[in-house]
C-alpha cells in the first residue's frame, strides 16, 4: 500500500478514524441547544475539531517529504497476546498460570529465547507478587 | 514571617518518622525506576502509583512526589553514564555525557546532585512564597476563564512537548474525547461505554498512563534490539574546591531560570533545560568548554530541571490546572487520594500543603545524601538484560492495573491502550499531551456547558470576559504564527521530514 510508507498521511488519516468514531456515537446522545446543551454537544464538537486537525495533517502531508512507518506486527501482537493470556488466565484459573504465560510469551519478541532463563524470572515474579500479597495486602488471586 | 512559619509548619508535618520514610521509598525507588531505559518520569510515576493506595493521605502524597524527582534525577544519571535520552533528560545527554568520555563521570555526577539540591532549595522558596498569593487570584476566575485557561495550557503544551501545534493539539483532543467515556455527570448519560459494565464509571487514568506511556515504550524498545552495555567506569565523586566554585554561579543561574519557566502553562522542566543551557553558553565565564564536557554544561541545566520540577506544582496546587502531562497524572493521582487541588487546597488542607512542600526539601537531602553517593550500585541495574527486564516491567503493569480495582478487565483496557500508544509513537505521535487532555476534558466540558448555562446559551462570554478574552487572543496570536510559519516553509520548498521518533 502506498500509503503505508507516507506516516504523515497515515497519521492524519488514524486521527479522522478517532474523530469520526467518537463524532458517530455522540450523534446517537442528545445534542440539546446552546442554552442547555445534552450529553453530545461537547463531544461532538471536541470530535470535529479533531476531524479538523486531521484533515489539515492529510493536507499538510502533501507538501511534506514522505517519512516510512516502522511498525513490528509480530512484537506487538506477541506482547498484547501475553497481557490478555494473563488476564484471562488469572481470572479464571489462577493469578500464578497467568505469571508463567505472561513471562513465557511475551519473551517470544525478545532477542534471545531461554526457558531456563524465563523459570528463573516467573519464580522470581511470582515470589514478589507473594509479598506483595502478604505484605502490602494487595487482593492478588495467586492459587 | 508568614512563609516561615507556614513552612515551620509543613517541616512539623513532615518531619515524623512516617512521611521520612515514605519520602526516602519515593526518592530511591523513582531513581532506580527513572534508571530504566524507555521509562520516563510519566512511565515511572504510572507504575508506582498503586503502591501509594494503601498509604495515608499525606505520606501518600509525599511519596508522589519523591518518585517524580527521584525519577528526574534516575534520568539524568542514565543520560550522563550511558547516553540515554529520555525525553526528559536530552540536555544532560550532551555535556554530561562528554564527561564520562574524559572519566569524569563522578564529577559529572556529583554536579548534577548538588546542582539539582541549589535548584530545588529555590524553587521551595518560590513555591511558598507564590502558590497561596496565585491560589487568591485564581478564587476571582469564571467557568469561562477556566475554559480558556486549559485550551491555553493545550496549546501551549502542544507547542512545548511535540514542537507541532496541531500535533500535540489532535492529541490533546484525543485524551479529551476519552475522558468522556463514562457516566456524564449532567444528564446521568452513558457515553461510549459500548455497553460494557466497566466502563460505566470511565477508563482508569493507570489503564491510560501504563498503557501508553509503560507498554507502549516498552514495545518499542523491545522492536529496537539493542542491549545496553552497563556502565563500569569508576566513579570519583568527590570534587576539587575550584571545580566545586565553578558549580555556583552555574546552578543559581538555572534555578532562576528554571523557578520562572517552570510556573508558565506548558512550561516545565524539558523546556527549562534547554533555556538554561542555552543561556549558560551565552553568559558563562566558561561559555567556550561548554558541549565539550564543562561543569557548566550540567550544573545550569540540572539546576533549571529540579527547579521547574518543583514549581510546576504552583499552578496544580493554586490555580487547580496542571501545566503539562506529569502534573496531570499528578492531579489524577491527587483525587485518587480524594484532594482535589485547587485554590481551596492550601486553606482547607493547610497540613497537606505545607507538609507537601517541606517534604519537597526534604527530598532534595535524600537525593543529595543517599542516591548520589549510591549512584554506583543503583546503576547495577543496567547489568540485568532487557530480555529479563521487559518481562517483569509488563508484570508490575498487570499487578498495577489490577490493584485498582481489583478487576482483570481493567488489565485488557490498558492491554488496549498499550496498542494505541504503540501506534501513536510509530506514528511520530508523542502520546503525552494525551494525558493532559484526558484528565481536563471532564472539567473542560463541566467549565463549557456552566459558561454557556450561565451567558444564556451566547458565545461572547468568552470574548467579552477581561481573562478568558486575553487568553484566546493569545491562542489566536499563537495559531496564526504556526500558520505563518509554516506558510513560509511551503514557499521556501518542501518542508523538511520531521526526523524519526
Redesign the interface.
Known sequence: MAAMNNRNLVKGLFLIAIALAFGGGALRYNIGHLERVGPGFFPLMVSSLLFVLGAVMVLRSRFMERAPIYFNVKNVLIIMASLVGFALLSEHVNMTCGIVFLVFVSTLAGTTYSVRRNAIVAAVLLAIAFIFQKGLGLQLPLY | MDILHNLAFGFGHALTLQNLMFCAIGCTVGTLVGLLPGLGPLATISLLLP?TF?IPTSGALIMLAGIYYGAQYGDSVSAITMKIPHASSIVACIDGYQMTLKGKTGLALFTAGVSSFIGGTVAILVLAALAPALGEVALKFGPADYTALMLFGFVCVSFVTTGSL??G??LC??G??LG?IGT?V??G?Q??TLGLPFLIDGVSLISIALGCFG?AE??KN??S?E?RTPFMGKIHLMPTWPEFKRIIPSALRGSAIGSFLGILPGGGPVIAQFAAYAIDRKVSKYKDEIGHGAIEGVAGQAAADEAAARTSFIPLMSIGIPENAVMALMMGAFIIKGIQPGPNMIAQHPDLFWGLVASMWIGNCFLLFLNVPMVRYLLSIFKIP???L???I??FC??GT??VN?S??D??V??TF??IG??FL????DPAPLMLGFILGPML?EN??RS??LS???FTVFVTRPIAGTLFALIALLVLWQLAV?LRQ?RNG?????P?G
Not at chain 2, 510509530?426 to 505521535?429: E, I, K, N, P, T
Not at chain 2, 518542501?494 to 520531521?498: D, E, F, K, P, S
Open positions: 503502591l494503601s496541531i500535533d493539539l489532535a483532543m484525543v479529551v474525547l468522556q456524564d449532567n444528564s448519560v457515553r461510549y507498554i516498552i514495545t523491545v522492536d534490539h542491549e532487557y530480555v529479563v521487559f518481562p517483569s509488563l508484570f498487570c499487578i489490577y490493584s481489583n482483570f478487565e488489565v485488557f490498558t492491554a498499550g496498542f504503540y501506534i510509530r506514528l511520530a505521535l466540558e463549557f456547558r454557556l448555562l444564556r446559551g451566547s509554516f511551503v518542501r518542508t523538511q521530514a520531521v524519526a
